[in-house]
């Protein structure tokens, strides 16, 4: 798990707080995230028709992590496969039972006037193209393919891209759970409520019947926080060096050397620092 921390509060009332955990990364997300660059439009060419070059690495990862494959099948109609279910679906102009239609030529002739579009073209010539971005994507196969289609390897690429600039106006921390065995302990990753829970919003509790007009109650920008100005030792960075703008920090650790997640993150509802 990686947090990026707010230094400084923000400047109103209902700005982040020092120490607020912005954002919290799972080791999948930070997987996917560097997939998802090394996979990106920009870096793959087009044909001389115009179409995009139905590079390996980009179709696999269009195939792993988008629901449908559109197929033009002639000058009317398009076929639809979920890649999920392999169900297909005939598509046109009229719309269908569910209200659905597609004009091939007016939508394929739009997306290529986009330097970054994702329109491939078949050995028969048709157009194809991909949609949906799919919620179950299987990192490990997105980079399974990765590797074996370039030399970027998935164990080099386990922390967030935070810029420069982030890190010269934020905290850049990582923790860890541990799995007992007996009295001793391994780190190891935490799992994705407990990652997403540090990033939540601090709302007021509901009443006990909701009405269908309720609105939650804005307390505070985040629940959760980092108490860095006490934890100088295990994050290996002053509080003078973490506040000063013009020098970056990264407080990210190997594993082995991770303190667990207790000891860096804090409920400001059980610190009695916002009451809900």
């Not at 399974?144 to 080099?156: A, V």
């Not at 891209?161 to 759970?177: C, H, L, M, Q, V």
């Not at 829970?197 to 007021?204: P, W």
């Not at 920090?249 to 991770?258: T, Y």
């Amino acid at each position: 798990m990686e947090v990026i921390v707010k230094i400084n509060d923000g400047p109103v009332a209902s700005s982040y707080k020092d120490g607020d955990i912005i954002q919290a990364f799972t080791l999948d997300e930070i997987y996917y995230h560097h997939a998802q660059q090394k996979c990106h439009v920009k870096n793959f060419g087009l044909e001389t028709n115009g179409s995009r070059t139905p590079d390996p690495l980009l179709i696999n990862f269009l195939e792993r992590t988008k629901t449908y494959k559109f197929e033009r099948i002639n000058s009317n109609y398009v076929k639809r496969t979920n890649l999920i279910t392999s169900e297909e679906t005939i598509l046109g102009k009229t719309p269908n039972e569910d209200g659905e239609r597609i004009n091939p030529y007016e939508y394929i002739t739009r997306r290529l006037k986009n330097k970054n579009h994702l329109i491939f073209r078949a050995a028969n010539g048709f157009a194809y193209w991909y949609g949906k971005s799919r919620s179950d994507v299987d990192i490990n196969a997105v980079w399974n393919d990765i590797e074996t289609y370039s030399d970027h390897l998935k164990s080099e690429h386990s922390s967030f891209p935070f810029s420069d600039i982030e890190k010269r106006y934020f905290a850049a921390i990582n923790t860890s759970g541990r799995s007992y065995t007996g009295d001793s302990f391994t780190r190891v990753e935490l799992s994705g409520d407990t990652v997403h829970t540090r990033q939540e919003i601090a709302l007021e509790n509901p009443p006990e019947e909701i009405p269908e007009d309720y609105d939650p109650v804005f307390v505070a920008k985040r629940r959760w926080f980092v108490p860095y100005w006490d934890l100088t030792t295990s994050l290996g960075n002053s509080v003078d060096d973490l506040r000063n703008p013009n020098k970056e920090c990264d407080c990210r650790k190997e594993m082995d050397e991770r303190e667990h997640i207790d000891i860096l993150t804090f409920d400001k509802v059980a610190e009695g620092i916002v009451s809900i």
